[in-house]
């Protein structure tokens, strides 16, 4: 399983873009990208998934570089409500995938 | 309201007591999961279970006792636990068992605590 490392903290501020990158040096061919969002005592809930370039859908953009190893995960506009733990998982076929200890997004009013 | 529903919300329970976990998916999906989270630690994969057989059990103590009646329905059976065992216990389903990453629904979780 690729590895995955992600800064442990952020903070923003209500209105500002966040942007959250994660490296996966080892990631294999057949991998995706996907971010989970978590809010305190509730479970993990998808968000996006990418394989590469560019992913938007209603709530996030996904930004992937042509050598896979990185990508990052941008929120625009934050609100109060955004403040999560957002995690990034690299695999395939794998329900073993390992949630890591995400970056704790805090935004403040 | 992700599809999955795990009851009770909250549970607080002594060491000696038997108590369950249920979770219900109303997905139509065919694996259902248990995961352990504690405070300020990873999620852990506890069991898996794949058209009701149990296909994974990651090492876990067998004060922790699944059960998979129907592909619909999923117990964790809970016994003479340790305090160390208070944690937020998430249950989870998918698709087919060889699921990619992104089609995990999860509940939103039992809190577990062991006085």
């Known amino acids: 399983l690729a590895k995955t490392t992600q800064p442990i903290s952020m903070d923003s501020y209500e209105g500002q873009e966040v942007n959250i990158t994660c490296s996966h040096n080892?990631?294999?061919?057949?991998?995706?990208i996907t971010w989970y969002q978590q809010f305190p005592s509730q479970g993990p809930r998808f968000i996006i998934q990418?394989?590469?370039t560019k992913v938007t859908n209603e709530v996030a953009s996904l930004f992937i570089p042509a050598d896979r190893k990185s990508s990052t995960l941008s929120l625009p506009r934050v609100s109060l409500s955004d403040t999560a733990v957002y995690y990034c998982?690299?695999?395939?076929?794998?329900?073993?995938?390992?949630f890591g200890a995400g970056t704790t997004v805090t935004v403040r009013a | 309201e992700t599809g999955v529903t795990q009851t009770p919300r909250h549970l607080v329970m002594g060491m000696t007591n038997k108590k369950s976990l249920k979770c219900e998916q109303h997905l139509g999906h065919n694996a259902m999961y248990w995961y352990k989270q504690s405070a300020k630690k990873p999620l852990e994969l506890m069991f898996v279970y794949s058209l009701e057989e149990r296909v994974e059990n990651n090492s876990v103590p067998s004060r922790f006792s699944p059960e998979c009646p129907n592909s619909s329905h999923l117990f964790l059976h809970l016994h003479t636990l340790q305090p160390e065992d208070s944690a937020l216990y998430l249950c989870a389903s998918s698709l087919r068992l060889v699921a990619e990453a992104g089609e995990l629904f999860f509940g939103e979780g039992s809190r577990l605590t062991v006085l």
């Open positions: 998982l690299v695999g395939r076929n794998d329900y073993k995938l390992s």
């Open positions: 990418g394989y590469k």
């Open positions: 080892n990631i294999a061919t057949n991998d995706y």
